[in-house]
């Protein structure tokens, strides 16, 4: 490569620039970020970089005597400024002597990894120590969203690849103290010791992290809650709570998203497999769309013991309110609760009462707390799914949270087999 700068490097991927640090006798790893590969690269070319002296075509001896004692001047005089100014010189002569000495001679910069040879090795060191990060996460979670290799080399690759990982199971004893001191609730969650404040990319990764007492928080997206939502304020569908149905699913419901209508039908089905066997807790969740006035008139269903019919309502018949203006839309609920024979005056005032209106607030702000940013979001036995699923997918993920609980349910075979 016959200029080696910046901008060419640029251009390289990893695999090839790690092959480039190769032969300058540097290990490298792809977990490290591309700027710190490329930084590497230009500092060892510049260490390992020949000096070539420029001839003098002078004739007359004179002359040359004269032009050796003004370049050996002109040497000293720059060799001196140089090492007096310029720390990648001085780097670079503490590098020269080492090689004829056989001291470590040091190559990079005063801050991140410092490359260094002896005795013809080169090594990459890092100016800070070892960063142990305890991991809080549920070891039992067989699904395909617990596995934690990928969170593992995203922080080496953007944060440091110093990193001690300590596996927590959240329901042992450090587990417990740590949820507790740090007030975690979900899972999986890393714990950085503040030593992560001396790594070069804490400027950069710190936006993600939570600064809680002598720790530093990464939350990354929730496979499961520890402590579940509040299940007595939201409305049953299925078996009651006081049955202990082994699914519980809780499913936070923005009335007007078009994957949450999906996703009730798909749950729909589960209760079709899963006869006697399901209950379903509705929470409110909201997207700025007409959700909480459709939250009320739902609530206010309920309190006439038509929530579920309602519920079914306000979903089948959503392209028709959706669009309306907000001032159409007391009219229009009110003509959906007559169709289904409520109370005119008790729906009405039910939905101007700022009570019911508060029930869906508490919704709003518990789906906050547990980590919720998204609809459709559910919870089926505190396990997080998140999205839209298909019949096929969903019985799948509440099989193997199943399975990872111990319990074994019948199901309707048949219906299992049409989701299939």
């Known amino acids: 490569m016959s200029k080696f700068n910046n901008q060419i490097l640029q251009k390289l991927d990893k695999p090839k620039l790690i092959r480039l640090l190769e032969r300058e006798g540097i290990d490298a790893s792809a977990e490290q970020p591309k700027p710190e590969l490329i930084r590497l690269l230009m500092l060892a070319k510049r260490a390992n970089a020949p000096t ?15 032009a050796a004692i003004l370049t050996s001047v002109a040497i000293i005089v720059i060799g001196v400024s140089l090492y007096l100014f310029n720390p990648i010189f001085e780097k670079n002569i503490n590098f020269l002597f080492g090689k004829i000495s056989g001291e470590p001679s040091f190559v990079g910069k005063n801050t991140g990894p410092t490359i260094y040879e002896k005795n013809g090795k080169t090594y990459v060191v890092y100016d800070h120590p070892l960063i142990d990060v305890d991991v809080l996460y549920d070891p ?9 290799d990928s969170y593992y080399k995203q922080v080496k690759s953007y944060i440091t690849p110093l990193i001690n990982f300590n596996e927590v199971p959240y329901n042992s004893r450090e587990g417990q103290k740590l949820a507790e001191a740090y007030k975690l609730n979900l899972m999986p969650v890393f714990l950085f010791e503040n030593i992560i404040e001396q790594t070069e990319n804490f400027e950069n990764s710190k936006k993600n992290l939570e600064k809680i007492l002598d720790k530093y928080i990464l939350q990354v997206p929730p496979v499961k809650v520890i402590n579940g939502p509040n299940l007595t304020n939201g409305q049953i569908i299925g078996l009651p709570l006081d049955k202990k149905a082994p699914i519980t699913i809780v499913e936070y419901s923005a009335f007007s998203c078009k994957l949450c209508n999906d996703n009730s039908a798909t749950i729909n089905s ?16 909201n997207t700025g769309s007409k959700d909480t006035e459709a939250a009320i008139a739902a609530e206010c269903a309920g309190q006439q013991n038509k929530f579920k019919e309602y519920y079914d309502l306000l979903y089948s018949r959503q392209d028709d309110w959706v669009n309306l203006a907000e001032s159409g839309l007391p009219s229009k609920f009110t003509g959906y609760a007559l169709e289904l024979g409520l109370a005119r005056n008790t729906f009405n005032q039910c939905q101007v009462d700022p009570n019911t209106k508060q029930i869906a607030q508490n919704h709003y702000t518990e789906a906050g707390s547990l980590g919720i940013s998204a609809a459709p979001t559910i919870l089926v036995n505190n396990n997080v799914l998140v999205g839209s699923y298909t019949p096929k997918n969903l019985a799948t993920a509440i099989n193997d949270i199943l399975l990872s609980e111990g319990k074994t349910i019948k199901s309707n075979s048949v219906k299992e087999n049409e989701a299939n």
């Open 270 to 285: 589960i209760f079709e497999m899963y006869p006697d066997q399901v209950t379903k807790v509705v929470k409110y969740f």
């Open 140 to 148: 039992e979670c067989k699904r395909p969203e617990c596995n934690l």
């Open 52 to 66: 070539r002296p420029k001839s003098i075509n002078i004739t007359s001896a004179n002359n040359r005597k004269i």
